[in-house]
Protein backbone atom coordinates (compact mmCIF):
# COMPACT_ATOMS: atom_id res chain seq x y z
CA UNK A 1 0.00 0.00 0.00
CA UNK A 2 1.43 3.09 -1.15
CA UNK A 3 1.56 6.24 1.45
CA UNK A 4 -0.46 9.03 0.77
CA UNK A 5 1.06 12.47 0.58
CA UNK A 6 1.17 15.19 3.52
CA UNK A 7 -1.54 17.38 2.87
CA UNK A 8 -1.13 21.26 3.35
CA UNK A 9 -3.84 22.71 6.17
CA UNK A 10 -3.92 25.47 4.26
CA UNK A 11 -5.29 27.45 7.31
CA UNK A 12 -4.90 31.09 6.03
CA UNK A 13 -6.49 30.66 2.44
CA UNK A 14 -9.66 28.91 4.63
CA UNK A 15 -9.51 31.42 6.60
CA UNK A 16 -9.33 34.69 4.46
CA UNK A 17 -12.30 32.45 2.17
CA UNK A 18 -14.66 31.99 5.15
CA UNK A 19 -14.53 35.54 6.28
CA UNK A 20 -15.05 37.19 2.91
CA UNK A 21 -18.41 34.73 2.22
CA UNK A 22 -19.55 35.34 6.16
CA UNK A 23 -19.25 39.38 5.72
CA UNK A 24 -21.19 39.28 2.50
CA UNK A 25 -23.88 36.89 3.38
CA UNK A 26 -23.64 38.94 6.63
CA UNK A 27 -24.26 42.29 4.38
CA UNK A 28 -26.79 40.52 2.00
CA UNK A 29 -28.94 38.57 5.23
CA UNK A 30 -29.02 41.89 6.95
CA UNK A 31 -30.50 44.18 3.80
CA UNK A 32 -33.19 41.27 3.40
CA UNK A 33 -34.41 42.08 6.63
CA UNK A 34 -34.12 45.46 6.47
CA UNK A 35 -36.56 45.30 3.41
CA UNK A 36 -39.22 42.47 5.40
CA UNK A 37 -39.10 45.02 8.00
CA UNK A 38 -40.13 47.57 5.54
CA UNK A 39 -36.82 49.67 5.49
CA UNK A 40 -35.29 50.86 2.45
CA UNK A 41 -32.42 48.55 1.04
CA UNK A 42 -29.14 49.66 1.47
CA UNK A 43 -27.78 51.85 -1.46
CA UNK A 44 -25.49 49.19 -2.31
CA UNK A 45 -27.73 47.00 -3.43
CA UNK A 46 -29.68 49.21 -5.18
CA UNK A 47 -26.85 50.21 -7.32
CA UNK A 48 -25.88 46.61 -7.34
CA UNK A 49 -29.52 45.88 -9.15
CA UNK A 50 -29.37 49.08 -11.19
CA UNK A 51 -26.26 47.93 -12.84
CA UNK A 52 -27.49 44.16 -12.99
CA UNK A 53 -30.59 45.93 -14.83
CA UNK A 54 -28.25 48.64 -17.48
CA UNK A 55 -25.20 45.94 -18.09
CA UNK A 56 -25.57 43.28 -19.91
CA UNK A 57 -22.73 40.27 -20.34
CA UNK A 58 -21.57 41.27 -23.61
CA UNK A 59 -20.16 44.49 -22.02
CA UNK A 60 -16.41 44.25 -21.39
CA UNK A 61 -16.55 45.17 -17.75
CA UNK A 62 -18.72 42.12 -17.23
CA UNK A 63 -16.91 39.97 -18.85
CA UNK A 64 -13.38 41.17 -17.28
CA UNK A 65 -14.97 40.47 -13.07
CA UNK A 66 -16.08 37.08 -14.84
CA UNK A 67 -12.73 35.96 -16.18
CA UNK A 68 -11.00 37.40 -12.93
CA UNK A 69 -13.71 35.39 -10.84
CA UNK A 70 -13.29 32.44 -12.94
CA UNK A 71 -9.73 32.30 -12.42
CA UNK A 72 -10.13 32.72 -8.42
CA UNK A 73 -12.35 29.86 -8.39
CA UNK A 74 -9.26 27.68 -10.52
CA UNK A 75 -7.15 28.88 -7.80
CA UNK A 76 -9.51 27.97 -4.77
CA UNK A 77 -9.94 24.72 -6.42
CA UNK A 78 -5.97 24.00 -7.24
CA UNK A 79 -5.56 25.10 -3.23
CA UNK A 80 -8.57 22.42 -2.51
CA UNK A 81 -7.34 19.62 -4.70
CA UNK A 82 -3.57 19.35 -4.43
CA UNK A 83 -1.35 18.41 -1.43
CA UNK A 84 0.24 21.56 -1.78
CA UNK A 85 3.68 20.46 0.54
CA UNK A 86 5.82 19.42 -2.20
CA UNK A 87 9.06 20.32 0.19
CA UNK A 88 8.27 16.83 1.88
CA UNK A 89 9.36 13.72 0.25
CA UNK A 90 7.20 10.72 1.32
CA UNK A 91 9.42 7.82 2.89
CA UNK A 92 8.14 4.41 2.69
CA UNK A 93 6.27 2.72 5.76
CA UNK A 94 7.37 -0.12 7.57
CA UNK A 95 4.79 -2.34 5.96
CA UNK A 96 6.69 -1.34 2.22
CA UNK A 97 10.10 -2.06 3.43
CA UNK A 98 8.73 -5.69 4.50
CA UNK A 99 7.50 -6.14 1.07
CA UNK A 100 10.76 -5.77 -0.45
CA UNK A 101 12.34 -7.91 2.17
CA UNK A 102 13.55 -11.99 1.22
CA UNK A 103 10.39 -13.98 -0.32
CA UNK A 104 11.67 -17.08 1.55
CA UNK A 105 12.00 -15.51 5.18
CA UNK A 106 8.02 -14.12 4.33
CA UNK A 107 6.92 -17.73 3.78
CA UNK A 108 9.12 -19.00 6.60
CA UNK A 109 7.80 -16.29 9.31
CA UNK A 110 4.31 -16.49 7.34
CA UNK A 111 2.84 -17.22 10.65
CA UNK A 112 4.17 -14.89 13.16
CA UNK A 113 3.58 -12.09 10.50
CA UNK A 114 -0.05 -12.83 9.83
CA UNK A 115 -0.36 -12.36 13.62
CA UNK A 116 1.09 -9.23 13.36
CA UNK A 117 -0.39 -7.98 10.41
CA UNK A 118 -3.80 -8.65 12.22
CA UNK A 119 -2.76 -6.97 15.17
CA UNK A 120 -1.77 -3.90 12.86
CA UNK A 121 -4.67 -3.63 10.85
CA UNK A 122 -6.49 -1.60 13.41
CA UNK A 123 -3.85 0.91 14.06
CA UNK A 124 -3.85 3.83 11.18
CA UNK A 125 -0.77 3.96 8.56
CA UNK A 126 2.54 5.39 9.81
CA UNK A 127 3.56 7.81 7.17
CA UNK A 128 7.28 9.86 7.44
CA UNK A 129 8.58 12.26 5.18
CA UNK A 130 11.79 14.38 5.05
CA UNK A 131 12.43 17.81 3.32
CA UNK A 132 14.12 18.04 0.24
CA UNK A 133 16.91 20.24 1.61
CA UNK A 134 17.30 17.42 4.46
CA UNK A 135 17.75 14.61 1.93
CA UNK A 136 20.06 16.72 -0.22
CA UNK A 137 22.24 17.43 2.84
CA UNK A 138 22.17 13.74 3.87
CA UNK A 139 23.69 13.05 -0.20
CA UNK A 140 26.05 15.73 0.01
CA UNK A 141 27.70 14.25 2.77
CA UNK A 142 27.67 11.02 1.09
CA UNK A 143 29.67 12.58 -1.88
CA UNK A 144 31.79 14.24 0.30
CA UNK A 145 33.13 10.83 1.59
CA UNK A 146 34.56 10.21 -1.78
CA UNK A 147 37.73 10.22 -2.39
CA UNK A 148 39.13 13.27 -4.65
CA UNK A 149 35.94 15.22 -4.31
CA UNK A 150 36.37 18.40 -2.80
CA UNK A 151 33.04 19.70 -2.93
CA UNK A 152 29.47 19.32 -3.85
CA UNK A 153 26.44 20.47 -4.27
CA UNK A 154 23.18 18.67 -4.66
CA UNK A 155 19.84 19.62 -5.24
CA UNK A 156 16.69 17.70 -4.75
CA UNK A 157 13.70 17.32 -6.99
CA UNK A 158 10.54 14.69 -7.12
CA UNK A 159 12.17 12.70 -9.55
CA UNK A 160 15.65 13.75 -10.04
CA UNK A 161 18.60 14.85 -7.93
CA UNK A 162 21.15 17.13 -9.27
CA UNK A 163 25.06 16.43 -8.12
CA UNK A 164 27.74 19.16 -8.87
CA UNK A 165 30.97 17.24 -7.73
CA UNK A 166 34.49 19.65 -8.28
CA UNK A 167 37.28 17.11 -7.98
CA UNK A 168 41.13 17.85 -7.37
CA UNK A 169 42.77 14.29 -7.82
CA UNK A 170 42.12 11.48 -9.45
CA UNK A 171 41.05 10.48 -12.53
CA UNK A 172 37.28 12.32 -13.46
CA UNK A 173 35.69 8.66 -15.05
CA UNK A 174 36.83 7.32 -11.36
CA UNK A 175 35.35 9.45 -9.63
CA UNK A 176 32.12 10.08 -11.36
CA UNK A 177 32.11 6.01 -11.00
CA UNK A 178 32.27 6.11 -7.14
CA UNK A 179 29.79 9.10 -6.58
CA UNK A 180 27.42 7.29 -8.81
CA UNK A 181 27.28 4.36 -6.76
CA UNK A 182 27.84 6.24 -3.26
CA UNK A 183 24.35 9.00 -4.47
CA UNK A 184 22.87 5.55 -5.57
CA UNK A 185 22.91 3.67 -2.42
CA UNK A 186 22.28 7.04 -0.23
CA UNK A 187 19.29 7.21 -2.42
CA UNK A 188 18.47 3.77 -1.14
CA UNK A 189 18.72 4.15 2.63
CA UNK A 190 16.69 7.61 2.32
CA UNK A 191 13.49 5.19 1.71
CA UNK A 192 11.56 7.07 -0.25
CA UNK A 193 8.84 5.99 -1.78
CA UNK A 194 9.57 7.40 -5.15
CA UNK A 195 13.37 7.42 -5.35
CA UNK A 196 14.73 10.15 -7.32
CA UNK A 197 16.82 9.79 -10.22
CA UNK A 198 20.35 10.71 -10.26
CA UNK A 199 22.17 13.38 -12.53
CA UNK A 200 25.97 13.67 -11.76
CA UNK A 201 28.16 16.35 -12.91
CA UNK A 202 31.89 16.23 -11.79
CA UNK A 203 34.91 18.39 -13.01
CA UNK A 204 38.26 19.31 -12.09
CA UNK A 205 38.69 22.12 -10.12
CA UNK A 206 39.83 25.51 -11.51
CA UNK A 207 43.61 26.12 -9.92
Known amino acids: MT ?6 ARRIPAALVALFVLGVAGLFLYDLAAVRADRPAMAWRRELAHRLE ?5 DLGVQVVGGVLVLAGVVLLLLAFTPGIRRILMMRSPDQDADRGDDQDADRDAGRDG ?58 DEV ?21 RPRLRVRRRAD
Not at 54 to 58: L, Y
Not at 132 to 151: C, F, H, I, N, T
Open 115 to 172: DQDAAGAARPPLRAGIGRKDAAQVLRDRAMEVPGVRSARVRMGRSHVRVRATSHFREL
Open 176 to 196: RADLDAVIAVGIEELGLVHPP
Open 3 to 8: ARRFRS
Open 54 to 58: VHTPA
